[in-house]
Antibody, heavy 121, light 106 residues
Framework: QVQLVESGGGLVKPGGSLRLSCAAS????????MSWIRQAPGKGLEWVSY????????YYADSVKGRFTISRDNAKNSLYLQMNSLRAEDTAVYYC??????????????WGQGTLVTVSS | EIVMTQSPATLSVSPGERATLSCRAS??????LAWYQQKPGQAPRLLIY???TRATGIPARFSGSGSGTEFTLTISSLQSEDFAVYYC????????FGPGTKVDIK
């Protein structure tokens, strides 16, 4: 079945960097648009970034533009989020999610289980 | 930026009762509206897209309605597994989510 598994979260100091990964299985990853969405502890959901199936089109939320970089490796069925210059307000569970229809923007389905990023000194 | 609001923040309902959740957009999003369910420690799960189309495997007791700026998610007869937080999301423009409605046991 369709599965998305995130990894790479952890504790990092303000100003530090972290790289998240999302491993996809059960579907033809290269056909699907992908996104990262985050959820601060006890808070709501915030869309972070989007990448088209080929990787040719990328968008970011203003809150992370210039600091985060989304990428994908279709040969490895993997999605990535390179996070630099991290701030306390970036503390959140980060979910990867796919878009079932090749149209942006759209709804997100399915979602991975998430990986927690904590930015603290 | 389209701002989504949801009401009420918390809804206390007895099992078997009907629950009605509201979502409002700061400007028209047409029918580009999705609903998600999130249980503690789990990822959100898609329930509804296109304002009223149930996602695959979603029980018929979940229904969505509305267009433009006003939307409703109705759970016709609450089951124990339905107690959760529900989020709406617009995708007419850059995606944005509402703050959620927590449905808990009365």
């Amino acid at each position: 079945q369709v599965q998305l598994v995130e990894s790479g979260g952890g504790l990092v100091k303000p100003g530090g960097s972290l790289r998240l990964s999302c491993a996809a299985s059960g579907f033809t990853f290269s056909d699907y648009y992908m996104s990262w969405i985050r959820q601060a502890p006890g808070k709501g959901l915030e869309w972070v970034s989007y990448i088209s199936s080929s990787g040719s089109t990328i968008y970011y939320a203003d809150s992370v533009k210039g600091r985060f970089t989304i990428s994908r490796d279709n040969a490895k069925n993997s999605l990535y989020l390179q996070m630099n210059s991290l701030r306390a307000e970036d503390t959140a569970v980060y979910y990867c999610a796919s878009l079932r229809i090749q149209l942006w923007p759209n709804w997100f389905d399915p979602w991975g289980q998430g990986t927690l990023v904590t930015v603290s000194s | 930026e389209i701002v989504m609001t949801q009401s009420p923040a918390t809804l206390s309902v007895s099992p078997g009762e009907r629950a009605t959740l509201s979502c409002r957009a700061s400007q028209s999003v047409s029918s580009n509206l999705a609903w998600y369910q999130q249980k503690p420690g789990q990822a959100p799960r898609l329930l509804i897209y296109g304002a009223s189309t149930r996602a695959t495997g979603i029980p018929a007791r979940f229904s969505g309605s509305g267009s433009g700026t006003e939307f409703t998610l109705t759970i016709s007869s609450l089951q124990s597994e339905d107690f959760a937080v529900y989020y709406c999301q617009q995708y007419n423009n850059w995606p944005s989510f509402g703050p959620g409605t927590k449905v808990d046991i009365k």
